[in-house]
């Protein structure tokens, strides 16, 4: 089988199992390390590398085979220094050991390049004949191959002894790593006795496909269930938060009437007083409102008689009045509060309502409301309670006007 036709199948191979990371923007979180990206386009660089040597030794072209095996030292010098780099910091092994280990990766890739600067002088590495295109190598090649066993064995051993004390949970991944060195180391011996035979990219593929198998894919599982754990969560949360906001809702809502509670009074009191003191607030109105003889409905007639004269009070307010300002206040007490509308405006639906009370105490089972109403006064009001106040006696003068005056 020619030397290319391998160099295909591994080009296919990578492609396909790694097509997914390679398509990645970011990789930190599904592999621990962008590096980890970077070290499989440097493997897929020499591939297409190692499968031009193959054409252009096959067709004896000198020069462009020349120019490749330059290349190939070069991208197998990345290899190894991508490759230390991953291994150490997918395990953020930051101790002296692995400070080491990345130095001398890129120690390796950078006397790589100085013996390739020095062979175009003098070939220590190797050599093309340009007549003949034949490929000759020299002791530095093998000097280099002998340093990566070395380290790939090192890394292998250590990988391996760290397995070992490693959880269940990320064993296999270490064990991968472990195995990826130890491919390498056995190939790249096997490169030393022939180097027309492509063992190096043999060793990088088998070992890619055994941190595939048992490391990428366990990262993947891991991340699926994480996302899984991650939506359940958030789909509790959801409902949590709805369960919270219906909570909230019924705490702030009168259940016999619809509008605001006297928990949600205190909350909107709250908020002006706020206002007020950062001198932001906006013109407002209070309204006070006291519902007339509901103690004798209730006591005459009972308290479903007492919840209707209620409902009925609430349904002449809104009349006059916005719904959604109404805030109840007591048993038979309600406010309004009314914020950036025309004070005339306000004043007069105010004369209307008053209008409406006084006919309803000329009828029967109406409800007679005694009302009052004050606006803020920046200049004078530190505090919402001080508008309520000036509601509140206006309001008790009503209702005294409407005992004596009118029923």
């Known amino acids: 089988m020619p030397y290319y036709v391998f160099l ?28 980890y990206k970077l070290f499989l386009i440097s493997i ?18 000198a020069i462009p085979l020349y120019v490749d095996t330059f290349i190939y030292f070069v991208l197998m010098g990345l290899t190894v220094f991508l490759w230390t780099r991953f291994a150490i910091r997918f395990i953020n092994m930051k101790n002296i050991f692995g400070r080491v280990v990345e130095m001398v990766g890129l120690a390796f890739l950078l006397a790589e390049v100085v013996i390739l600067v020095i062979n175009f002088f003098t070939p220590i ?35 391996l ?5 490693s959880s269940a949970k990320i064993r296999r991944r270490i064990l991968a790593i472990s195995a990826f060195s130890l491919t390498c180391a056995a190939l790249i011996f096997a490169q030393i006795f022939d180097p027309y035979l492509p063992f190096y990219s043999m060793a990088i593929l088998v070992g890619v496909c055994v941190l595939h198998a048992f490391m990428v894919n366990d990262i993947r599982h891991d ?65 006070v ?42 048993g038979d007490e309600f406010v309004v509060i009314i914020e950036n509308e025309d004070p005339t405006s306000i004043k007069r639906d105010h004369s209307a309502f008053m209008s409406a009370v006084e006919d309803n105490t000329r009828l029967d089972d109406k409800p007679v409301i005694s009302s009052g109403i004050s606006f803020y006064k920046k200049e004078a009001d530190n ?25």
């Open 125 to 159: 590495l190797f050599e093309i004949d340009l007549q003949t295109a034949v490929y000759t190598t020299h002791p530095a090649r093998d000097i280099m191959l002998w340093i990566q066993i070395t380290m790939y064995l090192l890394m292998f051993v250590v990988y």
């Open 8 to 35: 295909i199948v591994a080009i296919a191979i990578h492609i396909t199992i790694n097509v997914d990371t390679l398509r990645r923007k970011k990789t930190e979180g599904l592999y621990g390390l962008g590096t």
């Open 223 to 287: 991340m699926a269930s994480a996302l899984n754990a991650l939506d359940e969560s958030i789909r509790r949360e959801k409902v949590q938060e709805e369960a919270l906001d219906d909570a909230m809702h019924l705490m702030r809502t009168d259940a016999l009437t619809g509008v605001h509670s006297r928990h949600a009074y205190v909350e909107a009191e709250q908020h002006y007083d706020t206002l007020i003191a950062k001198k932001e607030c906006s013109p407002f109105a209070v309204a």
């Open 383 to 407: 505090t919402f309670r001080a508008v309520f106040q000036r509601a509140d006696k206006v309001m008790y003068g009503r209702k005294e006007y409407l005992k004596k005056g009118l029923r």
């Open 289 to 330: 409102f006291d519902l007339n003889g509901l103690k004798t409905i209730n006591d005459t007639k009972g308290h479903d008689a007492g919840d209707r004269y209620i409902q009925d009070s609430v349904k002449l307010i809104s009349g006059f009045f916005p719904f959604d300002s109404i805030y109840r206040f007591g």
């Open 161 to 165: 002894i760290i397995s070992f004390r």
């Open 44 to 61: 897929f660089a020499f591939y297409i590398s190692d499968l031009l040597w193959g054409i252009f030794d096959a067709n004896k072209l």
